[in-house]
């Protein structure tokens, strides 16, 4: 069975840096674009970053640019996204997801698979 698992999350305070990681099971992990979505209470489900196959550029919302870095190990089927200065608005539950197409991923957020997320909160 295909499966996202999501990890990282946790409680930190302003300013603060914290390293999500997806781990995918069950597909060829190097021949889909990986992205992080995130949805905090009473909001609808943003884009945060993505990254293609290797060799391509990243993608990243207005709102992390310079602050997320999102990267990937295709030995270790992961991808990792490091938030630096986070800031409160940062707070959500935060979602990986997988699409061999990145174009549907990052502009319709249409994942062919999706991870049940992980909780970061900043104060």
């Known amino acids: 069975d295909v499966q996202l698992v999501e990890s990282g999350g946790e409680s930190v305070q302003a300013g603060g840096s914290l390293r999500l990681s997806c781990v995918a099971f069950g597909y060829t992990f190097s021949r889909y674009c990986m992205g992080w979505y995130r949805q905090a209470p009473g909001k609808e489900r943003e884009r945060v970053a993505a990254?293609?196959?290797?060799?391509?550029?990243?993608y990243y919302a207005a709102s992390v640019a310079g602050r997320f870095i999102i990267s990937q190990d295709n030995a270790k089927n992961t991808v990792y996204l490091q938030m630096n200065s986070l800031k409160a608005e940062d707070t959500a539950m935060y979602y990986c997801?997988?699409?061999?197409?990145?174009?549907?991923?990052?502009?319709?957020?249409?994942?062919?698979?999706w991870g049940q997320g992980t909780q970061v909160t900043v104060s």
């Open positions: 990254i293609p196959t290797i060799g391509r550029p990243t």
């Open positions: 997801a997988a699409a061999v197409d990145c174009t549907q991923l990052w502009y319709t957020e249409r994942g062919d698979y």
